[in-house]
């Protein structure tokens, strides 16, 4: 990397990192796990003055479930999700992910904190969140405040982030009994961003109809989506093939992809289409495993 | 090779000897050439274009210059001066090092900053400024051929068009004789699209001139260091550097696959800058401009035609072909052989007409027509052949194996002259292919295919049986820049016993060390771990062209056989005077010589090398040593038969690889592991072009996947386990019966790969699909045909 000059900054907990990113405004960027900032400043696209890293800040990397919620530390790196038991045992959805973000050496590094905050509709975590109902935690000058998912993705490449806040917790409601979840990407290499993903988390009551359902698109809009026509499709319902059919072309309806080297919108779409109906059917039969 | 014929502590051809080399490279010690470092040296970095056809209306460099550090901006004007802003290319076309006037494509080299360390200049490119006016490129050849094209080259006098060659053999008249007369023609236009090698390591060098002596001293990425020293001594002669004191160090290179042959600007402009300056100049690439800069290759659009009885036997094919070349011929190929040896493409098949042509063009891309780990453009010649023998199974409604077993050359028919001009040395194609059909069990795959096929399901089975032709070449008819592609070895037996060898080729990977010790072990039963082998210093190594085109083999693996021969002829009066017998009683066994009947009274070749500078006879010169260029008869044709499964999903259009069982025959085996590595590492380099890799440009010549996010390169993830098996057929004329091996899989791969992803849609009615085959364009392909929604 032969970037321009920059100032490398690490403080050494979350205030004097909000302190750092109000003196310094928009010349600042903090550091996580680097794999996306790092290309971009490889190439030039991205030239902060700035560079805060918060890697040397304590007490950002755990995975801890309570009070019903799975609390993610921002700095949590993707292998460790692959590793948890928590994640392994409860949570399909988030290990599925975690498994195909990029490749092991990058997944040593990336963080899920980064993942979200980068704001990139082709990252992976965003539609998995959105289907797991997550919040964010940001913390700033004036203490910390709790960001729905839906909330935080106003637009191309931005987040509800303000300019002095940091995100330092994901916080997902942990899955009743009967839950199910899976993660299905077309990539056309490993480590490349989807052509198109889709992420499902999902409950069934006793008969074996649908009680809660999130859907996430990844990569087939301008920000991660969620295909919420599907999901008031399928909710109550115990889909049949044909359900799952239609739940497949709302979920492409709601997918606003952009045609690109992986291909035309309307390829997106089809995938969008048949990845949806096979991450339901993939979570359902976790779901009916789990029992 | 049934028997070994050295001890493994001997370790001669055949045992599967740890690699030498791997003991630095596998603990990071391999020196490269951006590990060297010189007192002084100071750092160089391009300013490139970001337009494919601009005129450059003015360079500004006052604010680069204004940066502390900052020693120099070398520009096309500047090199002017010394009259070196323009080069020849080996096929006699040229090449701006820098542009005065005007770019040619994006990314094409514009200024040069010469700079205290690499940061500062880099930030000192981007304080160049450089204004361009814009014009229209041509990117696509077809449209370049066109009259009413601009004309892109206006530097050449009297040049009204882009036409750069026409080539063509083969008898035009009895090809077309033999299309009329056949019972069945079949037709398919073949897109090989343009694509790059993609080494571990970059292009770079560091130019280090001494001026009180007058020395030019450059450590460079290159395959052949002394065609590059007699190159820069033609080039620059005319500013005082004359070949005596040009030295050329090829480090460690960390891949090469052709891309590390031809001189890029980057090398002239850091050489220049080093003479003018006095200092030594690094320059090393970054991947961005290693991809969309450097020699590219293939590209090359291809009207097959092939014509058959009705029984399936193949009588004529005819090839045309329209070569983009980009804005120059910067290829590097034979003299002789504009287009290579493209016509190889009747392949392994005994077809008595055949008749290929083709013209080049120039467009606005980068120039090139490098190899990419092949032997000059057999790639695309063999993707022809073996393509439009699919094509000819399908119409025919006949078993592509079948089919191929009908049509092939017989062993019995060795050596067996191609109806476009080659000698095929050896061969025994039917035997190479059952063993892979037996390997990967055909009939039960066919059977199984069908059964998918009835419920809907994707499966595909392809087959590609190639022939290649490598080890340029015999005097008679190759050369670079009028030098003879011969190879030598200069090899010298030290009093102790041991050796050292010296190549006038140069490992880029391949394993010269461990290999070329190995021959000499078996030949002179010096054990090869004693034997040590250096390369790539013309002030020490013997001339030779280099390493490519799986050459190194065929030509300086023969000259390490002959040089050995030299040796022990030296050596057989060495031992006839020490053991009191005549020369014609003595016998050789490896290792030694020992007297007729009488084996107890021997001479090993450990005493006879002490003898040489201790006893040696009267009369006879001390010393054990020899050199030999070798000059080879006629090239090699190693061959291979491969089979590639897929099944492919009908709804996403994802392919997998299931099965790719490859047999390949490259003669007699000096070091098993080493081809075993050397057919994976080719194997994997031809799946890539097969699914992944192409250069993808717009209409206005702007590179849309200049970097390895977009530009795809297969890992570990997408390379399905390969099955190797091998059969023997050594060749006659080579001294050791050997053919060569690394560029046969990547020839053969991409052929068995695309034939089974068209198996698999041949129902639907799908002939021919262009590689890269992803899953994107075969969704496509369903889609047009109305497999999916």
Redesign the interface.
């Known amino acids: 990397m ?1 970037p ?2 920059f100032e490398y900054l690490t403080p050494s907990n979350i205030s004097d990192a909000v302190a750092l990113l109000q003196k310094h405004g928009d010349e600042a960027k903090i550091l996580a796990g680097g794999h996306s900032l790092i ?1 971009a400043m490889r ?2 696209l991205a030239e902060p003055g700035y560079l805060i890293d918060i890697s040397g800040i304590g007490g950002l990397d755990y995975i801890q479930e309570e009070s019903g919620q799975l609390r993610i530390g921002a700095m949590t790196c993707e292998a460790a999700l692959e590793e948890s038991e928590i994640v392994q045992s409860k949570y399909p959805l988030l290990l599925d992910t975690a498994k195909m973000i990029a ?1 092991p050496s990058v997944r040593n590094m990336a963080t899920v904190g980064g993942n979200l905050a980068h704001g990139d509709p082709a990252n992976d975590h965003p539609a998995t969140m959105l289907a797991l109902r997550a919040s964010v935690v940001a913390e700033g000058p004036n203490g910390t405040r709790e960001i729905k998912i839906d909330d935080f993705f106003p637009d191309f490449f931005t987040t509800a982030l303000a300019e002095d806040e940091i995100l330092t917790e994901i916080r997902i409601p942990s899955p009743p009994s009967a839950s199910g979840g899976a993660y299905l990407k ?1 990539e ?5 961003y989807a ?1 198109a993903a889709v992420a499902c988390q999902l409950n069934i009551d006793s008969s074996g109809s649908i009680e809660n359902i999130g859907l996430g698109l990844t990569n087939v809009g301008s920000t991660p989506i969620r295909a919420s026509s599907a999901e008031e499709l399928l909710k109550g319902k115990k889909p049949d093939e044909n359900m799952l059919a239609e739940a497949g072309r709302l979920a492409a309806a709601d997918s606003e992809p952009m045609e690109d ?4 919108a ?2 997106k779409r ?2 969008v289409n ?2 949806t109906q096979r991450a339901i059917k993939l979570s359902l039969q976790r779901a009916e495993g789990s029992r | 090779m049934s028997e070994l014929k050295t001890t493994p502590e001997v370790c001669g051809m055949g045992h599967s000897m740890k690699r030498k080399e791997d003991a630095r490279f596998l603990r990071g010690q391999g020196k490269y050439t951006d590990d060297v470092v010189l007192p002084g040296m100071l750092h160089m ?1 391009i300013v490139r274009s970001p337009y494919a056809y601009a005129k450059i209306k003015s360079i500004n460099t006052d604010a680069a210059m204004a940066i502390p550090g900052v020693h120099a901006v070398i520009t096309g004007d500047v090199l002017k001066q010394y009259n070196l802003h323009w080069m020849p290319t080996l096929m006699s076309d040229t090449q701006m090092v820098l542009p005065t006037d005007t770019v040619m494509y994006q990314s094409q080299e514009v200024a040069a900053v010469i700079a205290d360390d ?2 500062i200049a ?2 000192a490119v ?1 304080a160049v400024e450089v204004e361009y006016e814009p014009m229209q490129a041509v990117v696509d050849p077809f449209k370049s051929m066109q009259s009413d094209a601009p004309v892109l080259r206006t530097d050449k006098e009297g040049k009204t068009d882009n036409h750069i060659w026409h080539w063509e053999t083969g008898d035009k008249d009895s090809t077309e004789k033999a299309f009329q007369n056949a019972d069945v023609v079949v037709k398919e236009n073949v897109y090989l699209p343009r694509i790059h090698v993609a080494s571990i390591e970059t292009c770079g060098c560091v130019a280090s001139f001494e001026p009180a002596e007058g020395k030019l001293t450059v450590y460079m990425t290159t395959q052949a260091p002394h065609a590059i020293r007699t190159v820069v001594a033609l080039v620059a002669g005319h500013v005082g550097l004359s070949e005596e004191k040009i030295r050329i160090i090829s480090p460690d290179i960390g891949g090469g696959f052709g891309g590390k042959v031809p001189v890029y600007p980057g090398y002239v402009i850091a050489i220049a800058a080093s003479v003018v300056i006095g200092k030594p100049v690094k320059w090393v690439e ?1 991947r ?1 401009e290693n991809l969309q800069a450097d020699s590219f290759a293939r590209d090359y659009h291809m009207s097959v035609e092939l014509a058959s009885s009705s029984s399936g036997k193949m009588e004529a094919l005819r090839i045309k072909t329209v070569a983009d070349h980009g804005y120059t011929d910067a290829a590097a190929n034979p003299s002789k052989y504009p287009a290579g040896m493209f016509s190889i493409c009747t392949g392994s098949y005994d077809i008595k007409n055949a008749f290929t042509e083709m013209d080049a063009y120039y467009t606005n891309k980068p120039p090139g027509g490098v190899a990419y780990r092949c032997s000059f453009r057999v790639t695309e010649a063999i993707h022809a052949i073996e393509r439009i023998v699919d094509v000819l199974a399908q119409k025919l409604d006949r078993d592509p194996a079948d089919l191929r077993m009908q049509n092939f050359i017989q062993p019995e028919a060795f050596p067996y002259q191609s109806a476009l001009g080659w000698e095929y040395d050896s061969g025994d194609y039917p035997r190479a292919l059952k063993l892979a059909m037996d390997t990967i069990g055909y009939d039960d795959l066919r059977k199984e295919q069908a059964e998918k096929r009835a419920k809907g399901e994707l499966m595909g089975i392809g087959l590609s049986t190639f022939t290649e032709v490598v080890g340029a070449g015999p005097s008679k008819d190759f050369d670079i820049l009028g030098i003879k592609m011969f190879d030598s070895c200069e090899l010298r037996i030290h009093p102790t016993g041991k050796a050292i060898a010296r190549f006038g080729t140069k490992s880029q990977g391949q394993g010269h060390e461990t290999t070329y010790a190995q021959i000499l072990a078996e030949e002179l039963g010096i054990p090869a771990a004693h034997i040590q082998i250096e390369e790539g210093d013309t002030d020490t190594a013997p001339y030779g062209l280099g390493t490519y085109a799986s050459r190194s083999t065929p030509t300086a693996g023969a000259a390490a056989a002959k040089a050995a021969h030299k040796v022990r002829d030296k050596a057989r009066k060495i031992a006839a005077h020490l053991l009191e017998v005549s020369e014609e009683d003595l016998e050789w066994e490896v290792g030694k010589f020992y007297v007729k009947g009488s084996p107890e009274q021997s001479k090993t070749i450990q005493d006879i090398a002490f003898a040489a500078y201790t006893n040696h006879p009267q009369g006879l010169e001390a010393g054990l040593e020899a050199t030999h260029y070798y000059d080879p008869p006629n090239l090699t044709f190693p061959f291979g038969s491969y089979i590639c499964v897929v099944d492919i999903d009908p ?2 259009a ?1 392919i997998k690889v299931r099965r790719f069982v490859a047999i390949d025959d490259c003669g007699n085996i000096i070091n098993p592991m080493i081809v075993e590595g050397q057919i994976h590492g080719g194997l994997t380099q031809g799946l890539a072009p097969a699914m ?1 890799e192409e250069l ?1 440009y717009d209409e206005d010549g702007n590179i ?2 200049g ?1 390895f ?2 530009y ?4 570990a ?2 390379t399905p386990n390969w099955e190797t098996d091998r059969t023997v057929t050594p060749s006659p004329h080579h001294p050791l019966g050997a053919k060569g091996v690394a560029e046969s899989p990547t020839v053969g791969a991409p052929p068995a790969i695309a034939n089974a992803v068209v198996d698999a849609l041949s129902h639907l009615g799908v002939e021919n699909m262009d590689i890269p085959i ?3 364009k075969v ?2 392909v369903l ?1 047009e045909k109305g497999a ?2």
């Open positions: 032969i321009p000059s290309p190439l030039r490749d077309i056309r290499k490993v480590g490349d052509a080297l992986r291909g035309s309307e390829y089809a995938l048949e990845l | 970095d690499r940061y880099a930030d981007e970054d961005s709804k996403t994802e992944y993808i849309l996947n970097n996010m977009d795809l390169l297969p890992t993830v997408e992803t899953p994107y969704w496509q889609k999916v929604a």
